[in-house]
């Protein structure tokens, strides 16, 4: 059954790093867009980055930009979020989905999701 699940949160403190892991069943992610997005209580889930399907391209919203990047290993059918110098406005529900055309942060483009995974920033 198709099925992708997100790990690798928790707890870290500011300036810390995480590294976010979306693993795919069901589907092969090569051939997906790949997008993390993440929401905090009370806020509207936002893109934080994407990757492509065939080149690779990237997107990052603009405060991640630097700080996190996405990558794949299609071996592990498996798609990563590394995130470096972390700060407090980083916490959140981490998603990742996936979606067979286009390419962006526009939630739209997606269509299968993650459980979520809870990233938390704090001193």
């Known amino acids: 059954q198709l099925q992708l699940v997100e790990s690798g949160g928790g707890l870290v403190q500011p300036g810390g790093s995480l590294r976010l892991s979306c693993a795919a069943s069901?589907?092969?992610?090569?051939?997906?867009?790949i997008g993390w997005f993440r929401q905090a209580p009370g806020k509207e889930r936002e893109g934080v980055s994407s990757?492509?399907?065939?080149?690779?391209?990237?997107e990052y919203k603009d405060s991640v930009r630097g700080r996190f990047s996405i990558y794949r290993d299609n071996s592990k059918n498996t798609v990563y979020l590394q995130m470096n110098s972390l700060k407090p406005e980083d916490t959140g529900v981490y998603y990742c989905?996936?979606?067979?055309?286009?390419?962006?942060?526009?939630?739209?483009?997606?269509?299968?999701w993650g459980q979520g995974t809870q990233v938390t920033v704090s001193s």
């Open positions: 989905a996936a979606g067979s055309a286009g390419w962006g942060l526009t939630e739209s483009l997606y269509i299968y």
């Open positions: 069901g589907i092969t992610l090569e051939y997906y867009t």
């Open positions: 990757i492509s399907s065939n080149d690779g391209w990237t």
